[in-house]
């Protein structure tokens, strides 16, 4: 991830201790309540822009939507820098585990094929005397 992101987190972060009348376990509490503020904020602005409520009609676009989407994504970060000063390498390993753990189910038929071969290659070796 661009260092330039976690440079923003880290000064968005700084900001919001320097100005917090909260104790330090209420504003990280809060930090990560701000999530569901935010994903509320992406579902009024979905109901937006499809017009689903007949009252409204369209009152957001899908650019609405991605900024909202984005407005997610830094709040996660920044609660999560909130909960750690690691949190650039707790994201990156977490990221790796996800990309792992998606290669794995991605290509389930080259996953079936290594182990038909797997299996031919025991059944190989044990005839061998």
Not at 71 to 79: I, T
Not at 84 to 101: H, I, K, M, S, W
Request: charged share 35%.
């Amino acid at each position: 991830m661009d260092s330039r992101i976690w440079e923003s987190v880290d000064h968005v972060v700084a900001w919001l201790d320097e100005e917090s009348t909260q104790s330090p376990r209420e504003e990280r509490l809060l930090r990560i309540l701000k999530l569901s503020e935010e994903i509320g904020e992406v579902g009024a602005a979905v109901i937006g822009a499809t017009g689903q409520n007949p009252r409204k009609g369209v009152t957001h676009s899908w650019e609405d939507v991605q900024h909202e989407l984005c407005d997610v994504v830094f709040s996660a970060l920044v609660a999560l820098r909130t909960l750690t000063p690691d949190a650039a390498r707790v994201f990156a390993d977490r990221l790796a585990y996800v990309e792992q753990r998606s290669a794995a189910s991605r290509h389930p038929a080259d996953r079936e094929r290594k182990t038909a071969e797997e299996q031919e290659e025991t059944e190989e070796t044990e005839r061998k005397p």
